[in-house]
């Protein structure tokens, strides 16, 4: 009894000491920036009268931005007077409650339950009531992204190499696949490899010269061959359309029953051959199972390598070099080996992009793709492929089903960003488990001294 009344007295003493004063300086000043940054991005806006332009207000907007701008810095400078207050050594609620529940549910699997759960959760999906054309449709691109965000994973979460070109990747891939289905003629399942080692092709390419390069040096070389794949795709027209793209991009089929309402002579479509009523949801469907299939390889595939010694070459690489080096391991083939297999899962998921799109374009594949990408492994925490998933069903899933808010979507991205920088530094799951662990029953037993 003495010990719970004497916890409520430090939390009276520290609510004592919070000086609500100063906290709401701060959130005036907050309010203040945000409405003197908000007038030209939120107030003002130029709209289309006639022939000409003519300005619209929303101020009704730019006062809910404002007003939530002041409480969410009075909420975070309270909450930081009161962890100054609070004794050294105490816990917060909801710490102790976190903690209580992390340690009742430590040996039950719950991480396997959830992921079961999800898995489940994604085979039904099509099969759903709200399994529509739009839901499936987003639901592939976050499958996508996250094919992206566990590629580039391996080159910055593993390898430690920070790279802002990875959309190149995506982009060869893209074209690659487009390229050999409509003029080679070739089928989806032979093509869907043959873009893969193409990119992979492409990510030692880029390696070979960057080898040498470190930190922001690294990064600036693979922005420019990002710019350069785009810019050869933009003037290159004889081939890749330029500006006007490829259109048409062949569809894939059903180990060669196609999913079109007619069958082409001599052949027949998927539905009459199963004997179903046509719907355009087949191929959906059938495109949705084969990126959820291929997502699933490449997390196992990604999970194994990295308990591999090329894994854990990756792991060192990036913590330190110069000890890899004096260790016995070679840089230049652990860099190109991250570098391969990351642009490889890139352009997988660029072949797919493009067989379902039905079209490319240089423009689909910008500097903002490359960011975006970059921004779904530093959210999710970098090395996480958990975390990975996670990032990308907040950030891309996100975005696709709140299409009306789309004119502040960069506005809420950035937002995102800082908060999840002052909150989690590490990432929404910085916490991970090594990729070796040593147990304590592992370890050798000291040996007895020998006498004398």
């Keep these: 009894m003495s010990e719970t009344n004497h916890g409520r007295a430090s939390d009276d003493a520290s609510r004592a000491k919070i000086d609500f004063g100063d906290a709401l300086k701060e959130a005036l000043f907050a309010a203040l920036v945000g409405l003197i940054v908000g007038v030209p991005l939120i107030g003002v806006r130029t709209v289309t ?10 101020w009704n907007e730019l006062g809910i931005f404002v007003a939530a701008v002041f409480a969410v810095r009075l909420a975070l400078a309270v909450r930081r007077q009161r962890r100054a207050a609070r004794p050294p050594g105490q ?9 209580g529940v992390a340690a009742r549910t430590q040996g039950l699997g719950l991480g396997r339950v959830v992921g079961a759960l999800v898995l489940v959760l994604a085979v039904i999906l099509p099969f759903l009531p ?12 976050v499958l996508t992204y996250i094919i992206l965000g566990w590629g580039l994973n391996i080159v910055v979460g593993l390898a430690g190499l920070l790279a802002l070109g990875f959309a190149a990747f995506y982009a060869v891939g893209a074209y690659s696949y487009a390229l050999l289905a409509s003029h080679a003629g070739m089928s989806f399942w032979t093509c869907l490899p043959v873009a893969g080692l193409l990119a992979a092709a492409f990510g030692v390419v880029l390696g070979l010269p960057v080898l040498r390069l470190r930190g922001d040096y690294l990064a600036i070389v693979t922005l420019g061959f990002g710019e350069i794949v785009r810019v050869v795709l933009l003037n290159w027209s004889e081939v890749t359309g ?4 490829i259109s048409d991009v062949p569809r894939p089929s059903f180990f060669g029953l196609p999913f079109g309402r007619t069958a082409p002579a001599g052949g027949e479509t998927f539905h009459g051959f199963f004997g179903l009523d046509y719907s355009p949801m087949h191929r959906l469907i059938f ?18 390598l990295r308990r591999l010694p090329l894994g854990r070459a990756w792991e060192a690489l990036r913590e330190d070099e110069i000890a890899c080096r004096s260790l016995g ?13 990351g642009s490889m899962f890139g352009g997988l998921a660029g072949a797919f992009f493009a067989t379902q799109q039905g079209f490319i374009s240089p423009e689909s594949f910008k500097f903002s793709e490359s960011v975006d990408i970059l921004a779904i492994v530093v959210l999710g925490g970098m090395g996480s492929q958990v975390g990975v998933v996670i990032a990308a069903v907040l950030l891309v899933g996100g975005t696709e089903l709140t299409r009306e808010l789309v004119e502040y979507r960069m506005l809420a991205f950035g937002a995102a960003m800082v908060l999840i920088m002052i909150w989690r530094p590490g990432g929404l799951m910085s916490r991970r488990t090594p990729t070796v662990l040593l147990r304590a029953d592992a370890r050798p037993a000291p040996t007895a001294e020998a006498p004398p």
């Design 49 to 58: 009268e006639g022939s000409g332009l003519a300005l619209a207000y929303r």
């Design 91 to 99: 816990e917060s609620a909801w710490r102790r409650v976190l903690g």
């Design 130 to 141: 709200f399994g529509n054309r739009y839901v499936l449709d987003v639901a592939t691109r």
């Design 242 to 245: 330029g500006p006007n793209g």
């Design 287 to 304: 495109l949705y199972f084969v990126i959820l299939a291929l997502a699933l390889l490449t997390n196992e595939l990604i999970r194994r």
């Design 329 to 341: 391991l070679d840089p230049t083939i652990t860099k190109l080996s991250a570098f391969a297999l």
